[in-house]
Nanobody, 115 residues
Framework: QVQLVESGGGLVQPGGSLRLSCAAS????????MAWYRQAPGKQRDLVAS???????SYADSVKGRFTISRDNAENTVYLQMNNLKPEDTAVYYC?????????WGQGTQVTVSS
């Protein structure tokens, strides 16, 4: 059974930073493509960043230069470092493992950016 467990969300002031973590089950984590999505109230779930099993990264235009996705294959964990946070970054953030014919999701972690 695939499990993705997110942590690290919370309340932060504009301009602040948070680091999200996603711990994944499975013995072949290094083979997984991973991503972070987010969903604000009343909006669709959008891709924030992804990292392939080869370490290739990509970002949504709205977070380029502020967010960094990384992975630690030894710890079966993917991270999302978020800097210079803005109120519009407020959303539930979801960890995602994807392949050609499947997707798995975590339960989500709330990030709120507010003064």
């Amino acid at each position: 059974q695939v499990q993705l467990v997110e942590s690290g969300g919370g309340l932060v002031q504009p301009g602040g930073s948070l680091r999200l973590s996603c711990a994944a089950s499975g013995s072949t984590f290094s083979e997984y493509n991973m991503a972070w999505y987010r969903q604000a109230p009343g909006k669709q779930r959008d891709l924030v960043a992804s990292i392939s099993n080869r370490g290739r990264t990509s970002y949504a235009d709205s977070v380029k230069g502020r967010f960094t996705i990384s992975r630690d294959n030894a710890e079966n964990t993917v991270y999302l470092q978020m800097n210079n946070l803005k109120p519009e970054d407020t959303a539930v953030y979801y960890c995602n493992r994807y392949g050609l014919a499947y997707q798995y999701w975590g339960q989500g972690t709330q990030v709120t950016v507010s003064s």
